[in-house]
């Protein structure tokens, strides 16, 4: 073989091991490629997966809430009825986890930071205990607070917790739902009073009418005035309860020689709701402020701002159809909203 072919044979084992290694670097290069890509991947697999995680676990604790029944027994101490007779007076109710912390909040109530219902804190407690009980063994810590208002921003309203409040520091997940608050709920043609009157008072009228329902029923409190012992006094307490903070009381109450609508031989419950409504006749132009003119001087301050535009824009019937437009969006007697909070310990 001649020199020119050695070196020529030379440069072709060359070529071939230079090309064989490059061949081999771009193999590396790309199997670091495929498994920088892999690694990539599965990490944005589990930060979705994180991600969803996180959306998803104050779902399951509402479904949870939501599910699971309880029985809660509460104390009446704090009513006047209660703490004039020796023994132990408690009663008992049960439903669903969301369905009692609505309960709780709505029997929380407050007008004008007065609370009506003495013994609600215990109540509240005792719901607290057993909504905590029933999420024992959960693999992270919850805190849900309930709030009853009839109207945004009023100042008359309920707010009842359970768990505890959530570190500042931690990664908390949140969901609101509404639930049933068993108030009912306002007939929006009611809040239309167009020239028959002014829309405020329409709505005072009610909205009151509708707490009055729920914390004092008709049918029930007629039975429970008419009877004796216990059920009657707490009844009796209930009403002087609700007009607490109003410039009205059953003053009749106090004689006995004057049968009034709370008197046994006299009771008339739908006689006394309207009392409580419109003041000492039972009448709107009494002149006496009951439930009904409180609401409506209350909404006059909450929405002050957008009564103001509103008669700068309108007036007459156009301006009442307006005011009532902006009470409508406003008013939610029958809900109660429920926030749950949940995060990892």
């Known amino acids: 073989m001649s020199r020119s072919s050695l070196h020529n044979d030379q440069r072709a084992r060359n070529v071939r091991s230079t090309e064989r290694g490059v061949s081999t670097v771009l193999d590396v290069a790309m199997a670091l490629l495929l498994v920088s890509a892999s690694v990539l991947l599965i990490g944005v697999y589990l930060h979705a997966a994180d991600d969803d995680r996180d959306e998803t676990r104050a779902d399951h604790t509402v479904e949870t809430l939501a599910g699971i ?20 007076y408690t009663r008992t109710d049960y439903g669903s986890a969301t369905g009692l912390l609505a309960d709780a909040a709505v029997a929380n109530v407050h007008i004008d930071g007065v609370k009506i219902l003495p013994y ?12 905590s009980s029933a999420l024992v063994g959960a693999n992270q810590d919850f805190y849900v607070v309930a709030e009853w208002e009839p109207y945004e921003g009023a100042a008359i309203n309920g707010t009842a917790t359970a768990g505890e409040r959530p570190p500042p520091d931690e990664d908390v997940s949140s969901r609101t739902i509404t639930a049933s608050s068993d108030v009912p709920a306002v007939d929006e043609d009611a809040l239309y009073a167009g020239s028959d009157g002014d829309p405020l008072e329409a709505a005072g009228e009610a909205i009151g009418a509708a707490i009055i329902e729920a914390y004092l029923p008709p049918e029930s409190s007629q039975r429970t005035l008419e009877s004796q012992g216990l059920s009657r006094d707490l009844t009796v307490h209930h009403y002087e309860r609700l007009v607490a903070p109003l410039p ?98």
């Not at 104390?75 to 004039?84: F, H, N, Q, R, T």
């Not at 609600?120 to 909504?131: G, L, M, N, R, W």
């Open 69 to 88: 029944t309880l029985s809660v027994e509460y104390s009446l101490e704090g009513a006047d009825p209660v703490d004039d007779r020796d023994g132990n």
């Open 248 to 345: 009205y009381e059953f003053d009749e109450e106090t004689d006995p020689d004057d049968a009034g609508p709370l008197h046994r031989n006299e009771a008339d419950a739908l006689a006394a709701n309207e009392r409580v409504l419109y003041g000492t006749d039972g009448e709107r132009d009494s002149g006496t402020r009951g439930l009904a003119d409180w609401i409506a001087s209350d909404l006059a301050t909450v929405y002050e701002d957008e009564l103001e535009t509103i008669d700068e824009r309108y007036d007459g019937s156009e301006r009442d159809e307006e005011v009532a437009a902006l009470l409508a969006n406003a008013v939610s007697t029958d809900d109660v909203t429920i926030t749950v909070q949940t995060w990892y310990p």
């Open 120 to 131: 609600a804190d215990d109540f509240e407690d005792t719901v607290d205990a057993s909504t």
